[in-house]
């Protein structure tokens, strides 16, 4: 399987809620590691970068003022197919869509306020870990576990 690295954000909801824990948890116990983290305040470029993809839609300014309202914590995730596993353990957009034992499944209620992002491609990954990174802030380490997270 193809070891790969995600770029995930807990959105200022789940910090303001205080479920910053239970979310990072969640993806130390399924064996995920994480290489790089920060609290941050997101300027409003940032945000707009951020979405850039999003620029024509209508949500794109709800969300990028959603995503500058209080402080969110970024981080890069490894593991095996990792950009496809964060997406499932997050769940469907829509929290009130998405299945129940994802993040947004457990915690949120609105599309609005949905608790996390991930990257949703390589490309996308690539482009994210770039823009909320410098490379001397990523960890490259051996997790202790990793033996028995392989076969
Ligand atoms: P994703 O986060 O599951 O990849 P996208 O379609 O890429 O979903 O949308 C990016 C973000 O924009 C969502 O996570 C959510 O915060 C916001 N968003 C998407 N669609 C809507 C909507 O219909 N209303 C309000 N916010 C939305
Ligand atoms: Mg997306």
């Known amino acids: 399987m193809k070891k790969e690295r995600t770029f995930v954000m807990i959105k200022p909801d789940a ?5 910053v824990g239970n979310i990072i948890s969640r993806f130390e116990r399924k064996g995920i590691k994480l290489v790089a983290m920060k609290l941050a305040s997101v300027s409003k470029e940032l945000a707009e970068k951020h979405y850039e993809i999003h620029k024509d ?11 500058t309202s209080s402080p969110v914590v970024a981080m890069i995730l490894e593991g095996n197919n990792a950009i496809e596993m964060v ?21 949120g209620q609105f ?10 491609g390589p490309d996308t990954a690539e482009f994210e870990m770039n823009l909320w990174f410098k490379p001397e802030e990523i960890a490259n380490y051996t ?7 392989s076969e």
């Open 15 to 19: 910090v303001q809620r205080g479920l």
């Open 57 to 67: 839609k209508p949500f794109f300014e709800p969300t990028v003022e959603y995503i």
């Open 87 to 107: 997406r499932g353990m997050m769940g469907a957009t829509d929290p009130q869509k998405a299945d129940v034992g994802t993040i947004r499944g457990d915690f």
């Open 111 to 120: 599309i609005g306020r949905n608790i996390v992002h991930g990257s949703d």
């Open 143 to 149: 997790r202790i576990d990793e033996g028995w997270l």
